[in-house]
């Protein structure tokens, strides 16, 4: 074999298609490439999206029951100061939360009615005196400084504004705690993307920014007069 | 269908977009900055309505009123009472730290008993049971004098069960742990007659001659002595210290006199005899309610010119005659002595001479004086009916020595005695009782004090943390907790008037612990008979209101009770010696061993140098330990890491080849340990310190091995004229570690 036929040869194999063995994708891919790039896309796309939006809310939050089922409604047509009947001011100003168990005594001293979550609260709290462990849906991380005075006092705001219509309820909710955080679902809110039709479906810092600001009040501390971070943290 | 390279790619691209366009990170982002900024193991208070509770703080003598901040049922804060007599506000360090002592890891939750080398929990009732048996046993074999109680202190309720326990069961031997406080009664009770306490009046003082006293590091009572020595500062009043060390209070000082360790009293002395030399001493006082200067400047001052007294201490004379003539010209000046915060009793004729100065210028009883504060009398118990048993163990001598023909004055010696059963063949002491006292921790030389206590064949500690000498006990009945519990406070030490506090239980009892006053009543009524008879109330609660009789709503409301109107005794009637008058010397006085400064331990030539202890309001050094925050708060000059740190004068550690920081090997003829070397100026070469208070080998992770203790470094040395303990350092040497 001459050197020009050498070459010939080479360029001739060079140029042709190469013997490709008929096990290799690329022969697949070469024909139908773009469709499973395609469906594979839309295949991680639609995974990731169920994962995101399904799953994810599901491993995150942990459901916990609460020690003993509470009745608002029956409550608040026994009392006559409505919410702030149980949920009051101290003396000093400070709000007192969810009540100790100093507070149910006086009616719940002894079985009142037939209802079993009634007797297991008189039965396993009221009877050993041990406060009952309430898992609370609004609790704000601590290195938050929230005062119930500046707003339902000063600001004149209803509990429901930031509480919704809680005390219309027959039952407590099913209490979702955060894994990572330890907090009440309640706090980022029920939808998973964050959204929110009521004033009280969150209680991140934006929604309490957004309602400063649409009502103008003053950014800066009461006790220092200066803005930032420390007005509201600590 | 084959998954190639590619579509494995398409995939992931499609699941990335897919989780941006999901919650998903967002909300991770989010929860994940939420519990950066909220770590889960930060403790946080506990959320619930705040409450005040006004008490008394019992961590030191000083009767401090504390303000308790509770959120629910929590102790979140401790502050002083605005107002109070005692600390008006202010709060040391420690009383500041309290709640970690209610909360903190080193408490003893139920009663505890060792068997083979280990703790075994068991009920109170078999606790009890175990002590009565032992009780019962020792008064059967005629042993009841072998009986002890090494007690935090000898007034007030608590005390006074405990001793009034031991005298009708039989035993003399009830101690309390020695401090200044025992030369001071002693200093007062004879030369005055009377059985008071020393007061000092400081506020009102112009001129304040401290020789070594830290007032503002802890001596006496530190919230008073704190905010006194600012009223002094504030009204333009002078303090001098005197000490070897440049110690916090002779950095406050406006003078700071270098003295060489431990002649202190010879410098005292030497004042006195300038004072009476040149004719500056108050005649008003001296001529007219005094007997015995001339015998004293005789036996005693004389031999004292300020050229020799600067020979022995190393102040110049012309500093001597200058605060001598200083020392008498003020208008209100007050001498004070003992040294650091007060804990050894020191040399009597230490307290003597320095008390003789306050005499010279007639400052007893008087305003900016030392005054005689008497001794709280509201503890009116039914007289003991004693028993045979009882009467024949209760003449028997004292383990101690106190009070026997060597030791006369001496009411407790409790330093003597791990000597004393050392050179027994037998313990004298069978059953020793421990209550608010760490002896194996705070008496000197700790080898031959632990000997000593493996010796006592049974010992029972009431100590609510698992401190050195629990930690050596065979049953272990721990107390209530400060917070926790009631306890009556007869006097606050240094405090010019009678004072009496009130501790209130501010939280429930967190543990299985029980009231050492319930747990003395209860053992006497498990004894019976004559012992049963003698404590007639249902419970501790039920004696101290009793006891307190109609100050007890007063101090369940104030919290504390103080006599306004007492502005010391007029000098007509203040005195109840033999002359009814001031007694400068006498014949107790007079039997007394002569003053001589006291040689520290240790061969010159083998140990060069000379180790100090000294005091810091961040160190405890007796019966309740540092708590983590006062730790925490110590300078890296006195602790780094685990490391404790010796001042050197650099002088010094340059002849001795050593630099600053680098680590040592301190020496002293009972012991030796690691030490960092701290350069420091503020000490005189020749000299080196350590604090007194770390080094601990109980208690918790947090006080555990960190630093030395010169306790184990040291030993106790007797004062010839009292038989206290007056060691104020030992012969050491450095090297290189």
Known sequence: MTTDQKANENSAAGAGPRPIPPSSGTEVSGNTGGGMVILFFMLGLIVSLIVGWVIFPQVLYSQKKQPVDFNHVLHNDEVEDGCESCHFFRDDGTFSGVPRLSQCVDCHEEVNGEDPEEEKFVNEYVAKDREVPWLIYSRQPSNVFFSHAAHVKMAQMDCVTCHGNIGETENLKVYEENRISGYSRDIWGKNIAGLKRNTWDRMKMDDCSECHQKENVNQNSVQTHKGGCFVCHH | MKVDRRSFLSFILGGAAGTALSPLPWKLTDDLSIWTQNWPWTPVPEKGEISYVSSACTLC?????????????????IEGIKGHPINDGGLCILGLAGAQLLYGPTRIRTPLKRINGG??????????????????????????????????????????????????????????TPSIWDSYELTLYLTQGTRSMAGFDIENADFILSFGSGLIEGWGSPGYMLRAKSMLCKKGGRMDQIESRLSKTAAKSDHWISIKPGTEGALALGLAHVIIKEGLYKREFVDGYTTG????????????????????????TGTIVALARDFAGARRPLAICGQGQGHLPGELQEFL???TLNALVGNINQPGGIWAVPEPEYIDWPELEMDAVASEGFQQPRVDGAGSIQYPNARYLLSRLP?????????????????????VFSLQDTASVKKAFEKISMKVSFSSYMDETAAMADLVLPNHVFLERYEDIPAASGFPKPVIGLAKPVVQPLYNTRHVGDVIIQLAKELGHNIGAAFPWEDYATCLEETLGDKWDALVEEGYWVDNAFNGTDWANAFETDSAKFEFTNSEIMALADYAPLKPEGDETLYPLLLVPYDTMRITSEYVGSPPFLIKALEDTILKGNLGLVEVNPETAKALGLSDGQDAKLTTPKDSARVKVHFSNGIMPGIVAIPRGLGHTAYDKFLAGKGVDYNQLSSPA????????????IQAKLSKA
């Open chain 2, 61 to 77: 003598p000083g009767g401090c009123g504390i303000l308790v901040k509770k959120s629910a049922e929590r102790v979140i804060k």
């Open chain 2, 119 to 176: 703790w075994q929990k068991i009920s109170w009732q078999d606790a009890i049971a175990e002590v009565v048996a032992k009780l019962m046993q020792l008064r059967v074999d005629g042993l009841a004098h072998k009986v002890a109680c090494v007690a935090g202190s000898d007034r007030g309720t608590v005390p006074g069960l405990l001793n009034r326990f031991l005298t009708v069961y039989g035993s003399p031997n009830f101690i309390r």
């Open chain 2, 293 to 316: 200067l001339s015998e004293r400047y005789q036996r005693m001052i004389d031999g004292f010119p300020p050229e020799i007294v600067s020979r022995t201490t190393g102040v110049s």
């Open chain 2, 353 to 355: 001479a320095v008390h």
């Open chain 2, 419 to 439: 000597a004393v059963i050392n050179a027994s063949q037998e313990s004298p002491v069978e059953l020793l009782f421990v209550s608010s006292a760490n002896p």
């Open chain 2, 718 to 729: 007797e004062d010839p004229a009292s038989g206290h303990n007056a060691a104020w350092g």
